[in-house]
């Protein structure tokens, strides 16, 4: 079966480090994405992981351990617009349709 | 370059109604998605299409039909809307090959919000 797992929701405080975590079952694998969405808004793609390791996009990283399943959004230095949903989604490892399979979301909080 | 379109923005359906749905793209995207989402459950995908003239079941394609008769277009049909199917329609749409594999994200359009009484 498809899982794909994240914890519901999250706080933090402005100016602070948070790392919102992912783990996935999945039948194929061919890549990782982070999304993040804003209320009453579409997801916007924030980063993007198919190798064992960190990657660094200013303020947001993003790690992934394929044997392990895993992965986490590590978000530094955060602002009150950061206040979002964040979305884990794999990419299916079947064929060549780019399709994702998305967890439910983490809704992040972040207070002053 | 206005990305990711939809029409209607917001719909109020009577059960058994029917209505169309449109997501239309500039980025020459070869794949299109429909996506629900829903309180709790994330986005779900309804059917999709690689390419011109073709479409696919999803996870959730029951009560839905969908066309790509153009490569920029991709309508999603309710023949008979239930109150289930009261949701957030997003439609998305990607590269099949991109210069790097991030390129190959999903763009999302903002969102359709359908409410069936």
């Known amino acids: 079966g498809q899982n794909i797992d994240q914890p519901t929701e999250m706080t933090a405080t402005e100016g602070a480090i948070v790392q919102i975590n992912c783990t996935y079952q999945?039948?194929?694998?061919?890549?990782l994405f982070w999304y993040q969405q804003h209320a009453g808004e579409a997801p916007t793609f924030l980063s993007y992981?198919?190798?064992?390791g960190l990657e660094e996009k200013g303020r947001f990283s993003s790690f992934l351990s394929r044997s392990k399943g895993y992965s986490y959004l590590l978000l530094k230095e955060l602002q009150m617009k950061d206040s979002a949903s964040y979305l884990c989604?794999?990419?299916?490892?079947?064929?060549?349709?780019?399709?994702?399979?998305f967890g439910t979301g983490t809704l992040l909080a972040v207070q002053p | 370059n206005a990305g990711v379109t939809q029409t209607p923005k917001f719909r109020v359906l009577k059960t058994g109604q029917s209505m169309t749905l449109l997501c239309a793209q500039d980025?020459?995207?070869?794949?299109m998605y429909w996506y629900r989402q829903d309180p709790g459950m994330g986005l779900r995908l309804i059917h999709y299409s690689v390419g011109e003239g073709t479409t696919a079941k999803g996870e959730v394609p029951d009560g839905y039909n969908v066309s790509r008769l153009k490569k920029q277009n991709f309508l999603l049909g309710l023949e008979s809307a239930a109150p289930s199917q009261t949701s957030v329609y997003f439609c998305?749409?990607?590269?099949?090959?991109?210069?790097?594999?991030?390129?190959?994200?999903?763009?999302f359009g903002p969102g359709t919000r359908l409410l069936v009484l």
């Open positions: 989604a794999v990419r299916d490892g079947g064929g060549a349709t780019n399709k994702l399979i």
């Open positions: 999945t039948s194929g694998f061919n890549g």
């Open positions: 980025m020459n995207h070869e794949y």
């Open positions: 992981n198919v190798l064992d």
């Open positions: 998305a749409s990607s590269l099949y090959r991109g210069a790097t594999p991030g390129q190959e994200t999903q763009y």
